[in-house]
């Protein structure tokens, strides 16, 4: 395959954009090639990118829950729409939010669903060709989460379990499981413990949320004594296959404790305006990042809030005054990060999958089917 004339960005360092033919044999970029040839003029030629925080099933939400602070967003509206999700809805949703990132650039993400219909997300993934890690979210506690959406510890455990068995490296390895438990306040502390056992054996990711908002900070540090990075680390949940959202709220033993442990924090500007929680600090977290590393500069859809077209908050964040206005309700002023630099580093989120994941167009590297 042969793609002419649009604009490569290597994302090399140093290399700057340049007009110039880009040729694919198999699986590989090389030197040359024959077959296909397709004009990207006026386009630009890059690596995909990594979404490392996503929630497919929130997709069709969009617009349906404005307005509202995490908890009750999550509570009163997201919780209840999780709760009616049918296969129908999920296929819908999950298809719909694919269509957006492929469509946009996006060629692996890191997904959490809700606490039913995993097998269906997962069949979307495998059909649409993206490479994901994914996981059921996982509910056994928790104040106002529906009925329908609660689980108890043990199945919560069993069916991810099963989507393990059935799912992970499934598609040839294009897709893989990664444990959900969704947040500290909505898990009892029998079910962290045991994600980390199980996690640690599988060798497999884990995806969850802390320090999003003061609220749910503060809700933590009641039921636990513990700040929400430390209570994390005391079941075990803090550690070089961990992803963790947010990170708005963190303070400096909680930065230490994330670089001792190699942990990720994905950061979801878009999403943390929406619901006017704040936004992490990036600079500060940056110098905790070698292990530590900012996972997402790519979270426009996080959290089901956004389209594609809004582009990345930080592109917006002057000419936007709602989400200008809840952003300075999270208490801190805004700031430009520099884009360049954070997508470069944000293209990883663990051990491992970092290497499987096509990072830089340089010959040899392989791409993305
Ligand atoms: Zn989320």
Known sequence: MRIT?????????????????????????AERAGGETIDASGCYVMPGLVQTHVHLVQTIFRGLA???????????????LEAAHDERSF???????????????????LDMGTTHGGDVIAEELVASGIRARFGQAMMDGGDGVPASLRETTGDSLHQSARLVMKWNEAADGRIGYAYAPRFALSCTRELLEAVADITKRLELLIHTHSNENVAERKLIEAATGRAPTAYLDDVGLVNERSVIAHGVNVDDREVAILAERGASITHCPSSNLKLGSGIADVRRLAPARGPARVGSAWARRADGVGHPRDGDARWREGDAPERRDRYARGGQEGRRHRPRRIASRGTGWGRGDADRVWRRLARGARRDR
């Open 66 to 80: 404005e307005g509202l602070s995490l908890l009750e967003w999550l509570r009163d509206r997201i919780w209840p």
């Open 5 to 29: 004339g649009g604009t490569v960005l290597s994302m090399k360092p140093g290399e700057a954009p340049v007009i110039r033919d880009v040729f694919i044999e198999g699986d590989q970029l």
């Open 91 to 109: 296929r819908a949703t999950a298809q719909l939010g694919l269509l957006d990132l492929l469509t946009t650039g996006t060629t692996t993400i």
